[in-house]
């Protein structure tokens, strides 16, 4: 099997605990980026969130490309996108009537901009997102625009007890998944990882068994399903690790990355 794109995961994936590139994955992604693979970093988080990892692994540019909303957009790492998918104003209602109902908080995201709208329970995604752009906005001031994605991010108990309370009506209309034991994420119907990923391959003209997806969380189910080799963490997911090809015997903490790369791409010859 010849890797010619390595799909990956950022938070349980290629960062350690501490958000960090190790050193050993780094010396990894450059090997397998000598022998001519693409490196693609395929997040839930907006180009703007992921540009120091980009800036630290040298993906910075032309002829490299993310993954970002979770499928919703294909960009090169120039901002260039290739590919577009959100949801529009009233969509937007519909989330927030449902998790209004729930005492769930809700914030909207437009490229690198977060607006939280208003709740009783307090919304944890600045945490999660520093270097977003964050705007506090009442439900009047909902525009009429595109949306990239809507999240909802609380403590992972209170969370979890809500989540069976979604009417499947919604789980219809939208992508509604987990990301992080914190972090619910709401996303166009049809928008997820594997999709954003098929229009890229189908951009640089890789075959979908060329393709390496490695990931830990239920947001990754889909490409790691997809791939022509879908990697599991060993820290993934119980529902990860079922559709995944391999999982590796170590953890993010222990660079499982870095051993998918050097068995399955820099040793093949």
């Known amino acids: 099997m010849t890797i010619k794109l390595i799909a990956l995961d950022l938070d349980g994936t290629l960062l350690t605990s501490d958000k960090q590139i190790s050193a050993e994955n780094k010396k990894a992604l450059q090997a397998a980026r000598a022998k001519g693979v693409h490196i693609v970093l395929t997040t839930g988080r907006p180009l703007k969130a992921i540009e120091p990892f980009l800036e630290e692994l040298d993906l910075l540019g032309e002829g490299n490309y993310s993954i970002t909303f979770n499928g919703g957009l294909v960009q090169e790492n120039t901002g260039r996108v290739l590919d577009k998918i959100g949801f529009g104003l009233e969509e937007a209602r519909r989330i927030r009537a449902v998790t209004q109902a729930l005492d769930l908080p809700l914030a909207l995201l437009v490229g ?14 600045a945490v999660l997102s520093p270097l977003l752009e964050a705007v506090d906005i009442s439900d009047a001031d909902l525009q009429d625009i595109t949306y990239n994605k809507a999240v909802t991010a609380i403590d992972a108990t209170y969370l979890d007890e809500r989540i069976p309370q979604i009417p499947q009506e919604l789980h219809e ?6 990301s992080r034991d914190i972090l619910l994420e709401w996303s166009p119907k049809g928008v997820h990882k594997a999709n954003g990923l098929t229009k890229l391959i189908q951009h640089l003209g890789i075959e979908r068994s060329e393709v390496m997806a490695c990931g830990d969380e239920e947001n990754d189910l889909s ?7 879908g990697v599991a963490m060993a820290n993934a997911s119980a529902k990860l690790k079922e559709v995944a090809e391999v999982v590796v015997p170590l953890t993010n903490d222990e660079h499982g990355v870095a051993w998918a790369i050097e068995q399955y791409i820099v040793s093949e010859e």
Do not use: D, N
């Not at 690198?112 to 919304?123: D, M």
């Not at 209309?173 to 987990?178: G, L, N, S, V």
């Not at 490409?223 to 080799?229: C, D, I, N, Q």
């Open 112 to 125: 690198g901009t977060v607006y939280t709208l208003p709740s009783e329970q307090k919304s944890l995604y």
């Open 173 to 178: 209309q939208f992508e509604i998944f987990k």
């Open 223 to 229: 490409m790691v399903e997809w791939a022509g080799l």
